[in-house]
C-alpha cells in the first residue's frame, strides 16, 4: 500500500501532465470573454442560440479550449494559433447586428495566434491598432466583409510575419499609407470595395513576394507606379473600377507570372502595350471601360492560355481585313464598340468552349448564323447592330443558354415557338426589334427567368403566358407593341418591374392587380384604360413609380395614395380626373423627404445590367432618367386634367420634388405661401388655371428651382425678387395674367405716391402712368406648355445585396462574369 506522501505526489504528477495538454489558463478566459462579448451585444445569451454561430463547444466545463470548435492549437505548446472566426454574427437577419470593435479586445491577449479570420461579422468602428500590435505573430489576418471605417492603422505595417492582408468589403478610407511597404513578406494584398484614394504609393514595389494585389472598387487616381514592375512574383494585378488615368506602362509585360490582369473602368488611354505578349501565362486580360485606344493587336489570339478576353467601351478598332487564327481558347470574349462590321467573324466558331460573346453596339449585319446557335453559348449579347432576318429555333435547344439580348437590331417574324425550351435562360431582351406575331406561350416554362424584355416591336393579341407562382420572373417590359385586352396579371408575385405602356390595353383596372404584391414600377401610359383611378392602388405598399399618363381615367385622386411610403414619382396627367387634389397628398413620405444619396433602383439582381430610362419633359426638353438613379427623383404630375378647388398647402411638405405639375386644370385660388417650401424642386408649373393673388414672396427660397411657369392664370402684382426667381426671365412663362410686373418680364411696377399731395394736373399723370403701367402688363402672347411625360423606353437590367438567395456565378449555366454584361440598353449598373 503505497505511504499517503507517495500518493500526493503521484497526484501532483498526474495533474502537472494533464494540465500540460490543456490550452493556457489566460487564452481560455480571453476566448470565453469574447464569447460573451458577443453574445451579450446579440440576439440572445440562450444554448439554443450559441449554436447558431458555432461557438456552443465554448464553455468553462469544457476545460482544453484546444478541442473548441474555430480554435487550432500548437501540437507541442497547446497555445492557441489559429481562430476562424469567419461569419459568428447573425449576418444572415433581415437587420443584422453591428458589432463593436470592441468585442475584438479579448483575442488581442492571445499573443501566440498566426491565423486570425473574423470576415463576415457586421464588426463596426475603426480597427484597434494598440490591439493588432500585440499579436506579432500574425501570417494570416482577414478582416473582410465588415463595416471597418477609418484608416489602416500604421500598427499593422509593422507585423512583419504577415502574408496573406484581407481587408475588403469594409469602408476603409483615405490614403494607402507609404508603410505598406514595410509588409516585405506579404503575398496576398485585397483592399477592394473600400473607399481609398490618392495614388498607389510608390512603396508598393518592395512587397517582391506579392502574388496578389487586388485594389479595385475604390477612388485610386493618377498612374500605375512605376515601381508595380519590380513585382516579378505577382500573378493576379486587380485595378478595375477606380479612376486611374494615363497609359498603361509599356514594360507591364516583365511582369510574366501573371495569370488575371484586370483594369477594367477606369480612364487608361493609349494603346495596349506591345509587352503583354510576353505574358505567356496570361489567363484573364480585362482592358475594358477605359478610353485605350488604337487597332486591336491580333497576337493577343496567339497566347495560348489566354481563357477570358475583355476590350469592350474603348475607342479601340478591329481591323476588320486581319485573318485571325486563334492559337487560345476562349472562354468569354468582350468586344463591345470595337468597330466590327459586316457578318458575325466566323473565327468565333473555333472557340467551342465559349460562355459568354459580347459582340454588342458593333455595325455587325446579316442573319443570326446557325453555327453560333449550335455553338450551346450560355450569355450572347449582341444588342445594338444591324443583325436582321430570323432567330434560329436551334439556338433555343441550347440547356446552357442564360442570357439573350438581342435588342436594337432588324430581326423580323415571329419568336420560334419552342423559345420556352431554353429553359435556363435568366434574361430575355428582344427590344426594338420587328418582331410581330403574339408571344409563344412556350415562354412560361422558362422558370428561371428574371428578366423579360419585348418593348418597340410589332407584338400583338390580347393573350399572354402565364407563369407559375413560384417564377422567378422580376422585370417585364412590352411597352410600345400592339398588345391588346385586358391588363395581362398572368405574372408572378416577384414582379418589381411592370411597363406596358403605349399598347392598346382598355378597361378598367381589377382588384387582381394587388396580387403584384411587390411591384415596384408600374406603367401603364398611353393606353386606353377607362373607370376610376382605383384606390386599391395604394395596397401594393413597394410601389415607387406608377404613370398612369394619357389613359381615360375618371373621378378623383384616392386620398389613400398617401399611403404609399415609398412613391416617389406619380404622373396621372392627361386623363380626365375631377375634383379636388387631396390634401393628404402632402403626407406622401418620401417625397416629403430631401434625398442625400444616390441608389439603385430597384435592388433585384446582383449582376450588371441596365434599365430603359424615365423620360420626362422638363425644363423645356426631354430628357432622361437613368432608373439606377431614381432614387434622388421625385415628381408630381396632375397636369392636363379637370382638377379644381385650390392648391393644398401640404403640397409644400414634399420637400423633395424635383417637379411639380399642376397646369391645364381648373384650380383656382391663391398660390399657397409654402409651395416655398419646395426646396429641392427645380421645375413648377402652375399655368393654365384659374389662380389669383400674387406670386408668393416664399418662392425667392427656391434656391434649386430653374424653370416656373404660372401663365394664363388671373395672377397680379410685382413678381418677387431675389434667389432664382432673378433669373426666372422669360416673358412667356408670365403671360395672360391680370396685371404682373417686375423686372424679369421688363414691365415697371407702380411706386408708392410721394407724402407730400402733388398738384392736381401732376396727379393726373401720376394716375395716368399707374393705368398705363398695369395695362402694360397684360396681354403677353402664351408661351409654352410644361407637362411632364414620364416614358418606360426599352433598353435592358440588375437581386443586390439582399438578405435573401443572392445569384451567383454558378446560377448562369453559361458561366459568365455577370459584373460585365453590356449590351443592348443594358448600360447601367443593375442592382435591384
Not at 492557441?80 to 437577419?93: Q, R
Not at 494585378?237 to 486611374?244: E, F, P
Not at 488575371?260 to 505567356?280: D, E, H, K, V, Y
Not at 423579360?452 to 407562382?469: E, H
Request: aromatic residues 8%.
Amino acid at each position: 500500500m503505497a505511504q499517503p506522501s507517495t500518493l500526493l505526489v503521484l497526484i501532483l504528477i498526474i495533474s502537472l501532465i494533464s494540465s500540460s495538454f490543456c490550452c493556457p489558463a489566460d487564452q481560455k478566459q480571453a476566448l470565453l470573454q469574447f464569447k460573451s462579448f458577443f453574445f451579450n451585444t446579440s440576439i440572445s445569451n440562450s444554448s439554443s442560440d450559441s449554436s447558431l454561430f458555432g461557438l456552443d463547444s465554448w464553455n468553462s466545463t469544457n476545460s482544453d479550449c484546444c478541442t473548441w470548435d474555430r480554435v487550432v492549437c500548437d501540437s507541442s505548446s497547446r497555445a492557441v494559433i489559429a481562430l476562424h472566426l469567419d461569419s459568428i454574427g447573425p449576418s444572415f437577419s433581415l437587420e443584422p447586428k453591428m458589432f463593436s470593435t470592441e468585442v475584438l479586445t479579448p483575442l488581442f491577449r492571445v499573443t501566440t495566434l498566426i491565423l486570425l479570420d473574423i470576415s463576415f461579422n457586421s464588426i463596426t468602428g475603426e480597427i484597434l491598432g494598440d490591439g493588432f500590435s500585440n499579436l506579432t505573430k500574425l501570417v494570416h489576418l482577414d478582416m473582410k466583409q465588415n463595416s471597418f471605417h477609418g484608416s489602416i492603422p500604421t500598427q499593422l505595417f509593422s507585423l512583419r510575419f504577415l502574408e496573406y492582408l484581407d481587408l475588403s468589403g469594409n469602408s476603409l478610407s483615405g490614403i494607402l499609407s507609404p508603410q505598406v511597404g514595410y509588409l516585405g513578406n506579404l503575398k496576398e494584398l485585397n483592399l477592394e470595395e473600400n473607399f481609398f484614394h490618392g495614388k498607389i504609393p510608390e512603396e508598393i514595389g518592395n512587397l517582391t513576394k506579392l502574388q496578389q494585389l487586388s485594389l479595385q472598387l475604390n477612388h485610386f487616381h493618377g498612374g500605375i507606379p512605376s515601381s508595380l514592375i519590380n513585382l516579378n512574383e505577382l500573378q493576379v494585378l486587380d485595378l478595375r473600377n477606380n479612376s486611374l488615368s494615363m497609359s498603361i506602362p509599356p514594360e507591364i509585360g516583365n511582369l510574366r507570372k501573371i495569370s488575371i490582369l484586370a483594369f477594367s473602368m477606369n480612364n487608361f488611354t493609349g494603346g495596349i502595350p506591345p509587352s503583354i505578349q510576353n505574358m505567356r501565362n496570361l489567363e484573364t486580360l480585362k482592358l475594358d471601360y477605359n478610353m485605350l485606344s488604337g487597332e486591336i493587336p491580333s497576337w493577343l489570339f496567339t497566347i495560348s492560355k489566354l481563357r477570358n478576353l475583355f476590350l469592350g467601351g474603348n475607342n479601340l478598332n478591329w481591323n476588320n481585313n486581319a485573318k485571325v487564327v486563334p492559337k487560345c481558347m476562349l472562354s468569354q470574349l468582350s468586344l463591345q464598340s470595337c468597330g466590327l462590321a459586316g457578318e458575325i467573324p466566323e473565327w468565333i466558331s473555333t472557340q467551342k468552349n465559349l460562355v459568354f460573346l459580347d459582340l454588342s453596339e458593333n455595325q455587325l449585319d446579316g442573319g443570326f448564323p446557325n453555327w453560333l446557335a449550335e455553338m450551346e453559348v450560355g450569355s450572347i449579347i449582341l444588342s445594338g447592330n444591324k443583325l436582321s432576318g430570323l432567330i434560329p429555333p436551334r439556338l433555343f435547344q441550347s440547356p446552357n443558354l442564360s442570357v439573350l439580348m438581342l435588342s436594337r437590331n432588324n430581326f423580323s417574324g415571329q419568336l420560334p415557338g419552342n423559345i420556352g425550351d431554353a429553359n435556363g435562360t435568366m434574361i430575355l431582351m428582344l427590344a426594338a426589334n420587328n418582331f410581330s406575331g403574339p408571344i409563344p406561350v412556350s415562354l412560361s416554362k422558362i422558370d428561371s427567368l428574371l428578366l423579360l424584355d419585348l418593348s418597340r416591336n410589332r407584338f400583338s393579341g390580347n393573350t399572354f403566358p402565364v407563369f407559375s407562382p413560384d417564377s422567378l420572373l422580376a422585370v417585364v417590359d412590352f411597352s410600345s407593341n400592339e398588345f391588346s385586352g385586358g391588363i395581362p396579371l398572368t405574372f408572378s408575385q416577384e414582379i418589381r418591374i411592370l411597363g406596358l405602356g403605349k399598347n392598346k390595353f382598355s378597361g378598367p383596372l381589377t382588384q387582381n392587380l394587388t396580387y403584384l404584391s411587390k411591384l415596384q414600377l408600374l406603367d401603364l401610359h398611353d393606353n386606353k384604360i377607362t373607370g376610376e383611378v382605383p384606390a386599391f392602388l395604394s395596397e401594393i405598399s413597394p410601389l415607387q413609380v406608377m404613370n398612369l399618363r394619357n389613359n381615360s381615367f375618371i373621378g378623383s385622386i384616392p386620398k389613400e395614395f398617401s399611403n404609399l411610403t415609398s412613391l416617389r414619382i406619380l404622373d396621372l396627367s392627361c386623363n380626365n380626373l375631377t375634383g379636388k387634389i387631396p390634401i393628404e397628398m402632402g403626407n406622401l413620405l418620401v417625397m416629403s423627404d430631401t434625398p442625400d444619396k444616390l441608389s439603385s433602383f430597384p435592388n433585384l439582381f446582383t449582376f450588371s445590367v441596365g434599365f430603359n430610362d424615365v423620360f420626362v419633359n422638363w425644363k423645356k426638353s426631354i430628357q432622361g432618367l437613368p432608373c439606377h438613379t431614381l432614387e434622388i427623383y421625385s415628381f408630381l404630375d396632375l397636369s392636363r386634367n379637370q382638377l379644381s378647388g385650390e392648391i393644398p398647402a401640404s403640397l409644400g411638405g414634399l420637400k423633395g420634388l424635383k417637379l411639380l405639375n399642376v397646369s391645364n386644370n381648373r384650380l383656382s385660388g391663391e398660390i399657397p405661401e409654402s409651395l416655398g417650401d419646395l426646396e429641392s424642386v427645380e421645375s413648377l408649373d402652375l399655368s393654365h388655371n384659374k389662380l389669383s393673388g400674387t406670386i408668393p414672396q416664399t418662392f425667392i427660397k427656391l434656391q434649386e428651382l430653374t424653370t416656373l411657369d404660372v401663365s394664363n392664370n388671373e395672377l397680379a402684382g410685382e413678381i418677387p425678387v431675389g434667389g432664382q426667381m432673378n433669373t426666372m426671365n422669360d416673358p412667356n412663362d408670365y403671360a395672360n395674367n391680370s396685371g404682373l410686373c417686375g423686372m424679369q418680364i421688363g414691365v415697371q411696377c407702380p411706386e408708392k405716391l410721394p407724402l407730400v399731395k402733388p398738384q392736381e394736373d401732376e396727379s393726373k399723370d401720376e394716375e395716368e402712368s399707374w393705368f398705363s403701367w398695369e395695362g402694360a402688363a397684360v396681354g403677353f402672347p402664351m408661351g409654352f406648355f410644361l407637362s411632364i411625360a414620364i416614358m418606360w423606353l426599352t433598353g435592358y437590367l440588375v437581386p443586390a445585396r439582399q438578405p435573401n438567395r443572392q445569384l451567383q456565378k454558378k446560377d448562369f449555366n453559361g458561366g459568365f462574369d455577370p459584373k460585365f454584361i453590356k449590351g443592348g440598353d443594358l448600360n447601367h449598373r443593375l442592382g435591384f
